[in-house]
């Protein structure tokens, strides 16, 4: 497992700036359908593995009783801040113990920081294991190794109180022979005070193939499909068998 990251460490309080919750509408809205889906009875409880800052959870809370967790001390306070009627736990989504069992498990993109296949196994049989049978397990990598490509994104957000971010994101593989790819974040912060600061790190993601997702959820012991999103992601659906 690679980091930690400056991201999500002394630079978590800069999130709001980043990746806010308002830039999670749509893809939010594209995931409901198949998270409220159930055999049997409705979903009402929700655990959220990485769940970074928040973002996502801000557009889930309405429907679902959220548990968020995340490696980050720092992610979690920022997520404690967005969803303050929400539980917060501080966990590594491989090993973590919640205790009980979940109607729904959630792990979105955070999922790409499991850079092995023992990595990515051990954070699906965990999350199985937070399911209850018949509940469902919604997995959602970035990218699988059959659509991975060289991607460059550039966002950010100012605040009210003058602080401001702007953000380059630069994807590739260097070597498309093993399990990972890179991704460059360069920011560039600017205090409330005007003075400016700029910084870069590498992240080193996970990349597998679609049909070893498919095998892993189903040795955890989850019925799993898969479909592909508008912005061209797998979103795997695991159904827990009983
Ligand atoms: C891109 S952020 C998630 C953002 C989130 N979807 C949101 O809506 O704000 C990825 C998160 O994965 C977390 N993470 C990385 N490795 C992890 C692990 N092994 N267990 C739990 N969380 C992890 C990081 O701390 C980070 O907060």
Excluded at 56 to 70: E, G, I, V, Y
Excluded at 118 to 138: I, K, W, Y
Aim: aromatic share 8%.
């Amino acid at each position: 497992m690679p980091g930690p990251f400056r991201m999500y460490a002394d630079l978590a309080e800069w999130w709001p700036l980043l990746s806010p919750a308002a830039e999670y509408e749509e893809e939010a809205a594209d995931l409901l359908p198949d998270l409220l889906a159930a055999p049997d009875a409705p979903p009402k409880t929700l655990l959220e593995l990485g769940a970074g800052g928040g973002s996502l959870a801000w557009h889930l809370k309405r429907h679902f009783t959220l548990t968020l967790s995340d490696l980050s001390p720092e992610m979690v306070a920022v997520s404690r801040t967005v969803n303050p009627e929400c539980e917060h736990l501080v966990g590594d989504m491989r090993t973590i113990d919640v205790g009980r069992t979940f109607d729904l498990v959630l792990i979105h993109d955070a999922i790409m920081y499991c850079t092995t296949p023992a990595d990515v196994q051990a954070a699906l049989a965990n999350a199985a294991r937070h399911c209850r049978p018949g509940g469902g397990v919604m997995v959602i990598p970035d990218s699988v190794a059959e659509t991975l490509e060289p991607d460059t994104h550039t966002g950010g957000h100012d605040a009210a109180d003058g602080r401001g971010l702007r953000y380059i994101e630069w994807s590739w593989d260097p070597d498309p022979a093993d399990d990972t790819f890179e991704t460059v974040y360069a920011f560039v912060l600017r205090h409330a005070d005007g003075t400016i600061d700029a910084t870069h790190e590498v992240h080193r993601n996970g990349i597998f193939p679609r049909a070893s997702w498919l095998r892993w959820l189903d040795e955890a012991g989850l019925d799993a499909t898969g479909r592909i999103d508008e912005w061209g992601r797998d979103v795997f659906v695991g159904r827990k068998r009983a």
